[in-house]
């Protein structure tokens, strides 16, 4: 599902070059949950936005699906991203102008999802996430826990083939990372394929395989976490 070989990543300034990926390669099946971890610097975040088609490598390929998408266009790279990746950020990343419902709804209107359709496919996400009672509320007014809900139930509104997840209980307590780390392994028995960043060991614990990044290379590779 996910192949990438001798993926590099710059950044350059007129004074200073910084890589941030060095010759980074890896493959995600499908199906499988993969975490990400290393130091903060490693190149994890920078790692993850190329794989979400955020941004392009410096060098490298990247095939996803068997097609190659490292260089494409930005135009191209969010038809590619649309109903296929699923992003869940640390900082939720809601629209705090937009209730519960609107936000989780937003990537069906750019899908052109039907109003109808839309409405079906919104109602059973947020009961599937348990925060239907919350539909008519807005960012502000919910618990952090209850927000990352809503963050990952906008994610997988959808159906993506690929959820992308940095630091999913960065913000949050024990409890709702608890939560929200089942959340994500439930997803994944369903047939999700899940790529996490994240700092936390008990989170990695819930992956199949834990890949360590280190000044932008991978160090190791372990298997069968769990």
Do not use: W
Not at 131 to 154: C, D, K, N, T
Not at 167 to 191: A, F, I, R, W
């Amino acid at each position: 599902m996910i192949k990438v070989n001798e993926l590099e990543k710059v950044f350059r300034t007129e004074e200073i070059e910084t890589v941030a990926l060095d010759k980074v390669s890896l493959a995600v099946d499908k199906g499988e949950f993969v975490a990400i971890m290393g130091p903060s610097g490693c190149g994890k975040s920078t790692l993850l936005n190329i794989l979400g088609l955020l941004d392009n490598p410096t060098g490298g390929s990247y095939q996803l699906d068997d097609t190659e998408v490292a260089n494409l266009k930005e135009k191209n790279r969010t038809k590619t991203r649309k109903g296929n990746i699923g992003f869940v950020f640390q900082s939720f990343n809601l629209i705090d102008e937009l209730n519960v419902f609107e936000n989780v709804e937003l990537p069906l209107i750019y899908q052109r999802v039907p109003v109808r359709k839309r409405k079906e496919m919104v109602d059973a996400i947020l009961k599937r996430m348990a925060i239907s009672h919350r539909a008519g509320h807005f960012p502000q007014q919910l618990s952090g826990g209850q927000q990352q809900r809503v963050a990952i139930a906008r994610a997988v509104v959808s159906n993506p083939k690929i959820i992308l997840a940095d630091e999913p209980t960065g913000n949050l307590d024990s409890k709702n990372g608890k939560e929200v780390m089942e959340l994500l392994s439930e997803l994944n028995k369903e047939g999700s394929t899940i790529v996490m960043v994240t700092h936390s060991i008990r989170d990695s614990k819930y992956a199949h395989r834990v890949i360590n990044l280190f000044d932008g290379r991978i160090v190791d590779s372990v298997a069968d976490q769990m």
